[in-house]
């Protein structure tokens, strides 16, 4: 069925992947304890400035540390202002849902049939899926999207690489947004290097003369030179340096970890590899262009790391969508099934068709956000926190227990996922531990994840009371080893009690 000229097939796959995501990531999508800290950091930057040290543990109070994802989380503080979590996920939804709607159009542009694209459109959400959550991670998706696709217009003939000098302003607010503007340099220098290198070896490459070698050196220059253009400079670079350089991670941080085969959430992982290496199969070696081939790079990185499942993702749909017309694939369906494949199948529309409806379903969500109109999936009240994974039961006594400035405020948390958790909804207290690596280190995170899982903590939680001073409240996991220790010891008393988490507070 042809759509009319004034509705692009952009437009209708942007409202499906994006009421498809506003249902599913209504709590999902907020599993990630980042979320609550990012936004009361960004509230913070808004109200003191640049941070430099931690304001929120009285395990290493004043230790250095610097908000490298301010700027997202900035954004984030503004959006949490207008319309609280509802607008988060609307602004976390919106994103994602432009990310693959872009991804469908190109690929309905090479004229497959659009139950095959949505095939491997549900694919790539499925398998990019597990790593959705409401942070600044995700401008991280869309701008490798941005990278992927200017690459892959520039490796051709004829190509224009003026527009590949976009890369270092997209860089430049990538940096203040989101650590992996890493990947994204890294991905531009592996293109530039391939390019050369199959200049070198007379295969094919946007890459014709000296001049253009030059070209890419600068571009690739300003790209890395564009790291330090931050209010943080040097700084930026330390943190990155400790995330990455901790491998302790890999064992503690879900998302640090290698992709586990085994597991249902890289099973998509997976196929989408097999769909991709099959399209790949069909174009003739000395056909292949270096770009169609940083999909293999970021599979690698994948299985080192699942978290760059995303990534992989979207270098893949974007690899396929340029080798496709080269493949012998695409040359048989148009001789034999041109019912599943017809180049040009889609006539020419205007930008705007692709975009009037997109803005008009936000704008309708967002005005009925603002106007605190509660209705499913779009309306106020739509995001909400899983009271079975989040200690959401017990905020009411951590409220009315929160301490005032000056008065006793060291909480102790079981978990170092619920750090985050209180950091928003509590901030007078001062955690023992959340999520960010770089102010721990990572040997100091396994220490706290081993006794998380010890049957007998009672020794470990006493010597951490000798070095950082006594706990004056404890939030623990319900029915956890060391729950049972708080709960057995004639020191505290308990406040509440739900299935998910315990609130004690000493005698």
Not at 483 to 499: G, Q, R
Request: proline share 8%; charged share 15%.
């Amino acid at each position: 069925m042809m759509l009319p000229r004034w509705l692009g097939p952009g437009a209708i796959a942007f409202v499906v992947v994006w009421l498809l995501l506003l249902a599913a990531g209504r709590s999902a999508f907020f599993r990630d304890p980042g979320t609550f800290w990012h936004v009361t950091t960004g509230e913070l930057v808004l109200k003191d400035g640049f941070l430099r040290a931690d304001p929120y543990t009285f395990t290493f109070p004043g230790t250095w540390w610097v908000p490298y994802q301010w700027l997202g989380e900035v954004g984030m503080a503004l959006a949490h202002r207008v319309g609280g979590f509802d607008v988060l996920l609307l602004g976390a939804v919106t994103i994602l849902a432009t990310v693959f709607a872009w991804l469908t159009a190109r690929l309905l542009g090479t004229g497959l049939h659009p139950i095959l694209v949505g095939a491997v459109i549900a694919l790539a959400l499925a398998a990019a899926g597990s790593h959705f959550h409401v942070r600044p991670h995700l401008v991280t998706l869309a701008f490798m999207v941005i990278v992927l696709s200017l690459l892959t217009a520039a490796d051709a003939p004829g190509p224009r690489f003026n527009r590949l000098f976009w890369l270092i302003p997209l860089c430049v607010i990538w940096t203040n947004v989101h650590g992996g503007v890493l990947g994204g340099i890294g991905t531009i220098g592996v293109a530039f290097a391939g390019w050369v290198g199959f200049w070198v070896l007379g295969l094919p490459t946007p890459v014709m003369t000296r001049r253009d070698v030059r070209v890419l050196v600068l571009v690739a220059l300003g790209c890395g030179l564009s790291t330090f253009a931050s209010p943080y400079g040097l700084d930026m670079l330390k943190t990155w340096n400790v995330i990455m350089g901790a491998p302790e991670l890999r064992d503690i941080i879900s998302e640090h970890r290698p992709l586990d085969v085994t597991a249902p959430y890289a099973w998509p992982v997976l196929a989408l590899a097999g769909v991709y290496l099959f399209v790949l199969a069909g174009v003739k070696p000395r056909a292949v262009r270096a770009t169609w081939l940083l999909p293999l790079v970021w599979l690698a990185l994948t299985f080192s790391r699942c978290r760059h499942a995303s990534l992989f993702t979207v270098a893949v749909v974007i690899a396929i969508t340029a080798m496709w017309t080269h493949t012998r694939w695409a040359h048989w369906l148009a001789a034999h099934r041109p019912d599943l494949y017809q180049p040009g199948r889609d006539g020419v529309r205007p930008w705007w068709a692709n975009v009037w409806l997109p803005v008009a379903v936000v704008v309708i969500a967002f005005g009925l956000q603002m106007g605190r109109v509660p209705l499913p999936l779009i309306g106020s009240g739509w995001a909400v926190h899983d009271p079975e994974y989040w200690p959401v039961e017990v905020l009411d006594a951590l409220k009315a227990n929160e301490p005032r400035p000056g008065e006793p405020n060291k909480l102790f948390n079981s978990g170092y996922v619920d750090g985050g958790f209180v950091i928003y909804h509590a901030p007078g207290y001062k955690v023992f531990v959340d999520d960010r690596c770089e102010v721990f280190g990572g040997p100091w995170l396994k220490e706290f994840s081993e006794t998380e899982q010890s049957p007998e903590p009672g020794p470990v939680l006493l010597k951490w009371e000798g070095r950082y001073g006594p706990y004056d409240f404890a939030l623990t996991r319900t029915a956890t080893p060391i729950d049972d220790w708080f709960a057995s010891s004639p020191t505290w008393c308990v406040v509440k009690v739900t299935p998910t988490a315990t609130f004690y507070k000493r005698r």
